[in-house]
């Protein structure tokens, strides 16, 4: 299984951007797909979580109310769509999928470079 994460990129503060996140294959159903950002200096964080059977979403404070999560039309990955970015939102963002029966994700997208300019 292999993840491919895209639509990074430069904008303004207050502008807005998606990610993308595809699973190669299309028969995978995971437990949970998430995404996670780590910034220069700091530890990676998990900032949005979906879960594939119920569909629960959980946010971290962060991004709440300015961040959404949500799953690709066809269940072949998910987007993450990103309204009024600051600054404090530059880093690389990740895409992970969790198995069931693991507590960890497994499976990692190669991140993608998000930068926001004040």
């Known amino acids: 299984v292999q993840l491919q994460a895209s639509g990074g990129g430069l904008v303004q503060a207050g502008g807005s951007l998606r990610l993308s996140c595809v699973v190669s294959?299309?028969?995978?159903?995971?437990?949970?797909m998430a995404w996670f950002r780590q910034a220069p200096g700091k530890e990676r964080e998990s900032i949005a979580i979906?879960?594939?059977?119920?569909?629960?979403?959980t946010y971290a404070d962060s991004v709440k109310g300015r961040f959404i999560i949500s799953r690709d039309n066809a269940n072949t990955g998910i987007h993450l769509q990103m309204y009024s970015l600051k600054p404090e939102d530059t880093a690389v963002y990740y895409c992970a999928a969790r198995s069931y029966g693991m507590s960890t994700y497994k499976y990692w997208g190669q991140g993608t470079q998000v930068t926001v300019s004040s």
């Open positions: 294959t299309s028969d995978f159903s995971p437990a949970s």
């Open positions: 979906i879960h594939w059977t119920t569909s629960t979403i």
